[in-house]
């Protein structure tokens, strides 16, 4: 089967001396595998998160396609200007991996992720970026948090419900700041603004919300490292 078309890069690795397997998350097929033959020495940029068009060639029978000609659609080229960015795309590419391999076509999904590189690509301030790409991340994956109608005073990461009620210390968050800042991440507002100790601590609560309810799912380096760069 000979096919084309769009393609965001999530990972690539060694496959021979001179090719390259690359997994894309495509638009049509969800996460699919290829083999890019040549690949090292033709010296073609591979950014992780690149937007690219796809030509290949795919078995039914076969996991890996083979790619016959590979364009770029879009890549986020000013993002890799500035240190960042550069580890923000390596926190996305890091929860990405993690998440979508057995994922199917889902154009929102696709789009989501096209549109927050864009974001990514444009924006000045970029600590708001880790908790709300994450936190919107999770509601595209079905795991959006439910509200209690009468109002809420904590915020269950086992139930993924803000209510009134406590079942557990160890994953129930009670700050009214903290509160504040996880609702504005899962439901954004035009304009919000949090400390620096806020965002940490909320990036890391979104992070534990995801370990619960995503199998294997672990970003504790990446966490690390944007934790002293980004926050301190």
Request: net charge negative; proline share 3%; with cysteine.
């Amino acid at each position: 089967m000979k096919a084309k078309e769009l393609g965001i890069l999530i990972d690539k690795q060694t496959y021979s001396e001179s090719s390259l397997v690359l997994h894309f998350y495509t638009l049509e097929r969800g996460f699919q595998s290829f083999v890019f033959k040549g690949a090292l020495k033709k010296r073609k940029a591979l950014n992780l998160l690149g937007l690219y068009e796809l030509s290949y060639f795919k078995r039914p029978e076969s996991e890996l396609g083979i790619i016959n000609q590979l364009d770029f659609a879009w890549t986020p080229l000013a993002i890799y200007e500035r240190p960042q960015k550069v580890l923000l795309v390596f926190f996305m590419t890091d929860i990405l991996q993690q998440t979508l391999r057995f994922q199917g076509a889902d154009p929102t999904l696709f789009y989501f992720i096209r549109d927050q590189l864009l974001r990514l690509e444009t924006m000045e301030q970029v600590r708001e970026f880790p908790g709300s790409f994450l936190a919107q991340y999770l509601m595209i994956l079905g795991y959006t948090p439910l509200k209690d109608e009468d109002g809420f005073s904590v915020f269950d990461m086992n139930t993924g419900r803000f209510s009134h009620a406590i079942a557990d210390n160890s994953t129930c968050v009670q700050d009214q700041a903290m509160l504040d800042y996880l609702i504005v991440q899962f439901w954004p507002t035009e304009e919000y603004h949090f400390s620096n100790r806020i965002q940490k601590e909320g990036l890391r609560i979104l992070i534990q919300y995801a370990g619960i309810h995503l199998a294997n799912f672990n970003i504790d380096k990446t966490l690390e490292i944007l934790h002293d760069t980004l926050y301190d």
